[in-house]
C-alpha cells in the first residue's frame, strides 16, 4: 500500500464543525440573559448542539485516525477536538443543573408587596418590614416604599 502524498489527502473539516456546534452551544445560553421569545427550548436547543457537535468531534477523530491515508491532518483534529470538548462540558453541564433549579411559581411578582420580615439593620437593633412602612408618628404619612438590597453574601 502506497502512502499518499499530502496533496491527495482529503481534510477532515468535521472536528471544525464540531468546534463551531460547540461554540454555537454556548451562544444559545446568551437567550436567556436577552429575554428572547420561548426560552424554554433554548436549553434543548443548546443540548442539541453539544451531542451533534461531540457526535462530528468523535467522527472527525475516527476519520483522522481510524483512515490516515484518506484523511490527514491528524494532530489538528486532535487540537481542535479538545479545545471543542470544554464548551461542549460547559454547555451539557449547564443544562443539567438548569435542571436542578426550582421553579419560579411561588416567587413574589413585579408589584406584589413583599411578605414580612425581621432582620438586623447597621447597629444590630432588629427591624421589621411593617416597622419600616408604619407611619413615622401620629398624623404623619407612612413612607410609599422601601428599597430592598440583595447581596449574594462573603465572597
Not at 2 to 31: E, F, H, M
Not at 35 to 44: D, F, M, N, V, Y
Not at 119 to 141: E, F, I, M, N
Amino acid at each position: 500500500m502506497s502512502v499518499p502524498d499530502s496533496a491527495q489527502l482529503r481534510k477532515n473539516t468535521l472536528p471544525l464543525w464540531g468546534l463551531l456546534l460547540a461554540l454555537c452551544a454556548i451562544a444559545c445560553n446568551a437567550g436567556f440573559f436577552l429575554s428572547i421569545p420561548l426560552q424554554g427550548g433554548i436549553a434543548w436547543l443548546s443540548l442539541l448542539f453539544a451531542v451533534v457537535a461531540l457526535i462530528l468531534v468523535a467522527f472527525g477523530l475516527w476519520r483522522a485516525y481510524g483512515q490516515p491515508h484518506i484523511y490527514g491532518g491528524k494532530s489538528k483534529s486532535l487540537v481542535l477536538a479538545l479545545i471543542a470538548l470544554l464548551p461542549i462540558a460547559l454547555s451539557t453541564y449547564g443544562f443539567v443543573q438548569m435542571r436542578k433549579l426550582p421553579s419560579a411559581a411561588a416567587a413574589p411578582q413585579v408589584g406584589q408587596k413583599a411578605p414580612d420580615f425581621t432582620l438586623p439593620d447597621t447597629s444590630a437593633k432588629p427591624v421589621s418590614l411593617d416597622q419600616l412602612l408604619a407611619p413615622p408618628s401620629p398624623g404623619s404619612a407612612a413612607p410609599k416604599a422601601v428599597l430592598l438590597i440583595f447581596y449574594r453574601g462573603y465572597w
